[in-house]
């Protein structure tokens, strides 16, 4: 059975590992110019093939990734004449990476299904060196059909991940997710301003914090 057709928007730190990681498995990758060239042009010269607006991706792929800043760039790329919606093939389904607003991520998932086609809200964790290992972190929203579609291709670029219910669910844990790293940070700073005061190094803390393979 041959592969589906993989399209890619937003070439960025995260997403020129997370396309070359899908490109790797054999998937047909279809991407779109990031603000530079580098990115695009790698791909090329192992086989991907560029497309100049979301609307020409869609009519050629079987899902198709956003890696976007965030529900602005997602609704852009989505709506209007050259928007993946006006040119979306019976069935595809569109993977939101960013770390999206989930009401407009179910906004968009609602005028997706009205195009024909299927939402999933996939979200990332980690960082750009995971990001071109294929070990990235991801909260997955979308119902359990498109869930067993995509996790093939999810699988190329993720060493994690989570399923967490229907659309939606995976970005308003990553919300969640980041409330709590930004209420980490103070409360390792405090930590640190203590540990001084009891006579430990920033550098002796620090080897003893539990770390993430």
Not at 97 to 116: K, R, Y
Request: hydrophobic content about 45%.
């Amino acid at each position: 059975m041959s592969k589906p057709t993989i399209g890619f928007i937003g070439l960025g730190i995260m997403g020129h590992g997370m396309a070359t990681n899908i490109q790797k498995a054999g998937y047909p990758l279809v991407a779109l110019a990031h603000r530079k060239r580098a990115a695009i042009d790698a791909l090329i010269a192992e086989g991907a093939e560029e497309v100049k607006t979301p609307r020409e991706m869609a009519a050629r792929c079987d899902m198709i990734h956003l890696c976007v800043t965030g529900s602005p760039q997602v609704e852009a790329n989505l709506r209007g004449p050259s928007g993946l919606l006006a040119g979306l093939k019976p069935g595809a389904i569109i993977i939101d990476c960013a770390t999206s607003d989930p009401v407009s991520t179910l906004t968009m998932a609602e005028e997706t299904t009205a195009a024909g086609g299927h939402f999933a809200d996939a979200p990332l964790a980690r960082t750009p060196k995971e990001a071109w290992a294929g070990k990235l972190d991801t909260m997955v929203g979308a119902d359990d059909a498109v869930f067993e579609k995509i996790k093939p291709v999810l699988d190329t670029w993720a060493g994690v991940i989570t399923h967490l219910g229907p659309v939606g669910l995976g970005h308003k844990m990553k919300l969640i997710n980041n409330f709590i790293a930004m209420g980490y940070a103070p409360l390792y700073a405090e930590a640190l301003a203590i540990s001084r005061k009891a006579g430990l190094t920033v550098e002796q803390v620090d080897s003893v914090k539990p770390k993430r393979a």
